[in-house]
């Protein structure tokens, strides 16, 4: 099928290297003619493992092309994709001036009937909304093209994305036609995985439901952690012994730190802010995000605890994304933690290896190491911030023998603290035996 997808941040190059790769025919738009040049000549603006090798095999084939030439992305496809971004507004609702853009550029633009499949997370009700501006559009035109709105949001796991893309869980699409239903299961067709359908104000809120539940588990598993510190309990396995229940799961509920990134808090504030709206408040989602906001704090006051006031003393920061495998820093937690460390009037070296050239556009003062062991040297302390595996493996006798002092501080709980005190460090956890 020949296929259009406008936007090529993150999920739209995902997206668009995925379905190229299972046989259609695709078309990837973005207004930005310098980023377009650089897609075509294989570059990635972004670190995702296994995108950029595929999409240069795609671009060689001539499967998948970028293009900033919209009228003709449109006039070419069948299935006109929208993956632009739906930044917070200050009231925590979703943006949405470039979903309205991209439509209303779409409604200039087409000729024949297309489906409309919007995989922007978006709200509830988007779907009706792209359909007026649709219609606005061709009225102005004095035209009545035939169109499908269809909801069809992305489930992709940054740093894993490639992978959920080729091999979802389920494919979530919201339609209320025949015929789009007939060719989402057509451009679906060569993936095992279950199609789910429904409609797309049910779709919108499955996107939202599933994100804000996610980020209740992080949330819920965080807040007990304290309470673990306190009693004695480990929260390590306490998580694992709930997560045996079939009904519970044991995904998502490692302690640490915080979620961040760009999708559970963007998406958990947008759903409040539907709430509020709506005047029906999400008592237990307003927990989820002040929690959420209160753990980097609540880390700080262990960091605080350890090693004293931070005036003049040393600190390594182990990672700066807020997970691994991406260099996505937005939200992350140790973006929170820098400014109120650098305020106590700590010195700071960091080591992330993907994310250091983001963060040092926002905290050029920090020192940025060679590598990990660069970063230590010297340190009266270090924080563990995002589970790379590369932290994971690093030898820590050299560890103790490098750093000025002996704290070492696992906001991800990723270590065994058994064996880092066996070399000598300070170790502590969140919400372990032993830690506090």
């Given at each position: 099928m020949n296929v259009a997808v406008i936007g090529t941040g993150y999920v739209g190059a995902t997206t668009s290297a995925a379905l190229a790769s299972m046989g259609h025919q695709v078309i990837g738009v973005d207004v930005d003619r310098q980023k377009v040049e650089s897609l075509n000549c294989g570059r990635l603006p972004f670190y995702e493992e296994g995108l950029e090798q595929l999409m240069q095999n795609l671009l060689a084939t001539g499967a998948l092309t970028f293009t900033a030439d919209l009228?003709?992305?449109?006039?070419?496809?069948?299935?006109?994709?929208?993956?632009?971004?739906?930044?917070?507004?200050?009231?925590?609702?979703?943006?949405?001036?470039?979903?309205?853009?991209?439509?209303?550029?779409?409604?200039?633009?087409?000729?024949?009937?297309?489906?409309?499949?919007?995989?922007?997370?978006?709200?509830?009700?988007?779907?009706?909304?792209?359909?007026?501006?649709?219609?606005?559009?061709?009225?102005?035109?004095?035209?009545?093209?035939?169109?499908?709105?269809?909801?069809?949001?992305?489930?992709?796991?940054?740093?894993?994305?490639?992978?959920?893309?080729?091999?979802?869980?389920?494919?979530?699409?919201?339609?209320?036609?025949?015929?789009?239903?007939?060719?989402m299961t057509s451009l679906y067709e060569g993936l095992r995985t279950v199609l789910f359908y429904t409609t797309v104000r049910d779709a919108e809120m499955i996107k939202y439901a599933s994100n804000a539940f996610l980020a209740t588990k992080?949330?819920?598993?965080?807040?007990?952690?304290?309470?673990?510190?306190?009693?004695?309990?480990?929260?390590?396995?306490?998580?694992?012994?709930?997560?045996?229940?079939?009904?519970?799961?044991?995904?998502?509920?490692?302690?640490?730190?915080?979620?961040?990134?760009?999708?559970?808090?963007?998406?958990?504030?947008?759903?409040?802010?539907?709430?509020?709206?709506?005047?029906?408040?999400?008592?237990?989602?307003?927990?989820?995000?002040?929690?959420?906001?209160?753990?980097?704090?609540?880390?700080?006051?262990?960091?605080?605890?350890?090693?004293?006031?931070?005036?003049?003393?040393?600190?390594?920061?182990?990672?700066?994304?807020?997970?691994?495998g991406t260099d996505d820093i937005r939200e992350a937690p140790a973006l929170r933690l820098i400014p109120e460390l650098l305020a106590a009037g700590a010195e700071l070296s960091a080591y992330d290896p993907q994310g250091m050239e983001a963060v040092r556009r926002l905290h050029p003062g920090l020192r940025y190491a060679k590598d990990p062991y660069d970063a230590l040297a010297g340190a009266d302390g270090a924080l563990l911030l995002t589970e790379w595996q590369e932290f994971l493996e690093l030898d820590y006798a050299q560890v103790k023998r490098v750093m000025a002092g002996a704290v070492l501080l696992d906001g991800r709980n990723a270590l065994d603290g058994e064996k880092m005190r066996g070399y000598g460090l300070l170790y502590d956890g969140v919400g372990e035996r032993g830690t506090g």
């Open positions: 009228p003709r992305a449109v006039r070419e496809s069948d299935i006109l994709f929208l993956t632009v971004g739906t930044p917070s507004n200050a009231d925590g609702s979703a943006d949405l001036r470039y979903v309205e853009g991209a439509v209303r550029d779409i409604g200039r633009s087409i000729k024949t009937h297309k489906v409309i499949v919007s995989k922007s997370t978006v709200p509830v009700g988007t779907g009706d909304l792209v359909k007026t501006w649709l219609q606005e559009e061709l009225a102005k035109r004095g035209t009545d093209i035939p169109f499908d709105i269809v909801s069809n949001p992305e489930f992709l796991r940054e740093g894993k994305a490639l992978h959920d893309a080729l091999h979802p869980e389920r494919i979530v699409i919201g339609c209320e036609s025949d015929k789009a239903r007939a060719v992080i949330s819920f598993i965080n807040e007990l952690a304290r309470l673990c510190e306190k009693t004695g309990a480990s929260i390590s396995k306490v998580a694992r012994g709930m997560g045996l229940d079939s009904r519970i799961g044991g995904q998502f509920l490692r302690a640490g730190i915080g979620y961040g990134g760009s999708c559970f808090p963007k998406d958990v504030e947008a759903l409040l802010h539907l709430s509020r709206q709506e005047g029906v408040p999400l008592q237990l989602l307003d927990a989820v995000a002040r929690v959420n906001q209160e753990q980097a704090a609540w880390f700080l006051q262990k960091v605080l605890r350890h090693l004293g006031p931070l005036s003049g003393k040393k600190i390594a920061l182990l990672g700066l994304t807020f997970k691994p």
